[in-house]
């Protein structure tokens, strides 16, 4: 695969005119020495068939073969895959994780930037290979930075083998992939970066952001542009440009009385969507790649990192019909309460005229309710809302047969067959004002090299830590979080999102390298009047500090806990976690390798929500292969945080550059604070200290100076380049149906 970012300052990327039939392209040329002039050329037809419409609004964004979505690939079960990455940007590094492989056996594939591998840089290659598996509905994406939501994400498909494809459904007549995310405008970048920041409930967006049934927080970063479906959006909001009205919207054929799978996968940034299509009923087939006993739905509630397979049947009059992704959102922060989001795609009868659908959703009745899969709020709090729709948690969707037999749910043998961990996903700080993404109260920060290449630097407290190991980390605890698990015991995770706040997210929790049955699933506590969440699940019980928990009824130890699916309950890679609530997963841990774990919302885990489970020791992970590449020998830098701070007052040899490194800053009197600081290697005096704080606070003052002219900069530039156009629907690269003759299939 090469990779193209479509870059405004590389020329790679440019608005595209449309003007009596026609596209053009403006460039500067030159008139004379000094005088430059807008001009406009005609696309040539490779230029046009590389187009990517969008939402209709200009801005960077990247691209993998210059398509958006990425390219669709499709694997055998058992194939060896091999992908070469080249990294064609200018400026960013990359790496690529195949979101729902295992990676048995070579674990430095999972592509996760500093865990599994080195970032590929710029003009670099690097060759993927590994074994498909498991088979299902899975996607690849960008693990470096935040690039994901920008277009570094496509779908990833594993066929069974041939003889192992499923007979507990009806036949699929056509097979399609529907790739759900958020976008953007092009001028909110900035808010997103915002969002981003640490100090974000202080940072004034609190008051902008919505709630959803049970009153807890809509994990939308706002303002959203809408859901896009493939690549391509429709909106009717009143405040539309004309671009954004022209755009094309996506289509999905059916024939009466045939059927279509969709493969639904949620590549997005933030935000949940409730997926229906308007007077057809769903039948859920599969999630993450596990097989589900079909069921019939209206609503899908999909957060991203998860995968649904769903099928749709033309068994409607032919016609049009809207597609809705609808937001959860049904108060603002103020609990004033508010329409939600929609974006929409359609379902087109190909026996119907080609039209704009006028169709209208299902009304849910007592006698006939609707029925919303992987509802993660109370039933309580939803029914005020949706008063004739039932909802059905994740842990009450069923494995089939086939699949429970294939991979049994893992029960303990004895009370040493089991190891339990408790993982808070949730908000922390040293104060409530500014609270940031942890787990278990530590901010993840990334290890100075991969772990997966050095092992053994797990052994490195001024590195790594964990629960057991956080009298050494001060309040604000930042480090390589890894927990590690044994591969011989049955391992239960239970995920909590619990923070003591009064208002908070749920979390979509992605667990690298496995899977999980999800066993048990537990809402917070409704207020009986309001409807809304008042408190958290009772049955597990918090330190003060929410740095540890344990089940409250101590019976419940040793995996004794009362009302578990150990039967049928869904295999999953990804998991929302109820805020307040909690949710327990039964996996065997046998894949030895540092697997991330991380909440799947790009806002917090870019920021410190993930933790690393090491399964096995580094004796019995598999032997890198000879010549793997590793990192470029720069000395690691480790600032002087709170955890090395409150360390033992000991230099390690990693620390060694700390000092020279601040004694570069600029002081308020002209010298250096380096001969301040003479003879002081570790605890600086006050004095040396304070010049450094107000060297810092100069340098910024410079920096957001510099910041916010090269900010009016940039927009006056895309501003000037920015054309309004019209662009009518028409076929483009960027998305094939899967059963086409264009689809990339591997030879078996
Ligand atoms: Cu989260």
Redesign the pocket.
Known sequence: MSMMSYNWSAFQGFPVDYNNGTFYKKISKSVGSTTHVCDQIPLTEDELEEVLTVDGNYKFMFAINNQFPAPTLVFHDQQVVSIRVYNDMSNEAVSFHWHGMFQTGSPWMDGVSMVSQCPIQPGEFFTYQFVASPPGTHWYHSHHGAMRRSGLAGAFIVLPKEGNERDDIPPVDKDAVFLAQDWQAAASDIEVVKEMEWLMYSSGKLGTQMRTYDGSVS?LTHPISRALVNGKTKSFSASDTENAKAVPMEIFNVTQNGSLLLRIIQTGMTGEYKISIDQHKLLLVGSDGGDLIPTWIDYLIINPGETYDVMVFGNNTPGNYWIRLETTEVLDFFYNPVQPNVSFAQLHYQEAEEALPDSEKRECTVSEPCVMANCHWSPDALKRWEPNTKCVPINEVKSTPKSVAQVPVPIPTSENDLQEVFLN?HFSGSDLISPR?AVNTIHYKGPPVPLQLYPNIVNDQTVVCNNQDMTSCGDYCQCTHVVKLSTSKVTQIVLMAEDGLSTG?A??VHLHGNRYYVVKYGVGVINETSGLLQGPNQDIEYSPDYRSAKWRNSSWNNGNIPDMNVKDPPLKDTVVIPYKGYVVLRLKTENPGFWLMH???ET??SVG?AVVIQVGDPMEMPKLPDNFPMCSSYPAYNEPDSKSKSGSGEKSGSNHMEDDALLQLPSTDGGSTKSQSVGNSYHRDDNSMMNISVGWFVLMMILMVLFVFGFFALSVVLISRHCTWTFPARSRRGYHDIDTEERVVFSK
């Open positions: 994990s996903f993404p997210t979390h979509p909440c799947h919302l917090h885990m929500m």
